[in-house]
């Protein structure tokens, strides 16, 4: 059964293809994310591309939503969190969105991401993160939102947005203060340091460093297959015990939480930093 060449099925929404093994070979479909579902395993892998680098929009947002509704129809047993890209798994928030948006197009921004963080933090089954390159800003805490995350050695993980002139939203701090022992937590999130796989491996960012997307496929694949013989009831009661103050956070204080992401981006100084990084994104060829 191939599972490397894009078939046709019925599309299941605007932004989502569903690969499956039905053999009516069409060109490659342009899907903001792609899913392939092992009939074998059950697991549905879930390729964002938004080329060349999946920086996320409101579209890529919804598409993610879209592709984690389809997976819940379908009863998913896990889905493995990935890349179309050969060198990016996902470069953080469109910035291109955060230098020419107003309120209202940051406050849709930010109402699409909790949305998507919702249907990922909150998966009635497991997500494992194959990091297949560069996981920056947004992209990488896509992948902490994550049961599980294998990175390929060579790219840079990170939450960068105090970089980018951001001041970092609640959510992203409480995850990432305890993902990371607390020390390094303080350090990453206030100077936005960027980190190899193999030192991220050393803070808990990554679980596994592997030497390309195949291997990382591998090492989700077996993380996910951990599950299989535990009552997924009972492991969705614990983790969402785990995770409660997150979920609770985002659900009981939407608008100010949107209000918050607005004020933090509009502010003049995050403006003239968006500018600068912006203009530097540009010059750098
Ligand atoms: C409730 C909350 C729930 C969820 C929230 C979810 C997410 C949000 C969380 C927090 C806020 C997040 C903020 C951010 O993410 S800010 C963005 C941070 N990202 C970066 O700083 C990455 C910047 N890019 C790079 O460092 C490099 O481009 C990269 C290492 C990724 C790739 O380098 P490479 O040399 O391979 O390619 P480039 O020539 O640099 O780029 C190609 C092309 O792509 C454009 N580009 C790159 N990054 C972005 C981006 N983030 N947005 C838009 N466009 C991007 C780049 O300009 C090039 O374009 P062009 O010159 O036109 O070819």
Request: charged residues 25%; contains cysteine; hydrophobic residues 40%.
């Amino acid at each position: 059964m191939s599972r490397n060449i894009l078939f046709l099925s019925k599309t299941i929404n605007s932004n989502v293809r569903r690969l499956c093994t039905t053999p009516t070979p069409v060109q490659k479909a342009e899907k903001l994310v792609l899913i392939d579902v092992n009939d074998k395993t059950g697991y549905g892998t879930l390729s964002m591309n938004r080329l060349p680098v999946n920086s996320l929009n409101v579209e890529l947002f919804n598409a993610l939503s879209d592709a984690y509704d389809e997976m819940e129809k379908n009863k998913s047993r896990g889905v493995i969190l990935t890349s179309t890209s050969p060198k990016i798994f996902s470069a953080g928030l469109d910035i291109n969105d955060l230098y020419s948006g107003d309120s209202k197009s940051w406050s849709e921004l930010w109402d699409a991401s909790q949305e998507a963080f919702l249907k990922i933090y909150d998966a009635s089954f497991p997500s494992a993160a194959a990091i297949n390159g560069h996981a920056i800003g947004g992209g990488c805490f896509f992948s902490m939102i994550c049961d599980y995350r294998a990175m390929v050695k060579g790219y840079q993980i990170g939450l960068n947005e105090i970089q980018v002139g951001i001041a970092l939203p609640k959510v992203l701090v409480m995850i990432m203060g305890k993902l990371l022992p607390r020390r390094h937590a303080e350090i990453s999130l206030t100077q936005g340091t960027l980190y190899s796989p193999e030192q991220a491996s050393k803070i808990n960012l990554v679980d596994d460093v592997v030497v390309d997307k195949a291997e990382a496929i591998i090492k989700c694949e077996a993380f996910l297959n951990k599950f299989r013989k535990i009552p997924m009831d009972a492991v969705n009661t614990t983790k969402r015990t785990i995770r409660r103050e997150e979920i609770d956070y985002i659900r009981n204080n939407k608008q100010k939480d949107i209000d918050d992401f607005v004020k933090a981006v509009e502010s003049v100084e995050a403006q003239n930093t968006i500018k600068m990084y912006y203009q530097a994104l540009k010059n750098k060829k």
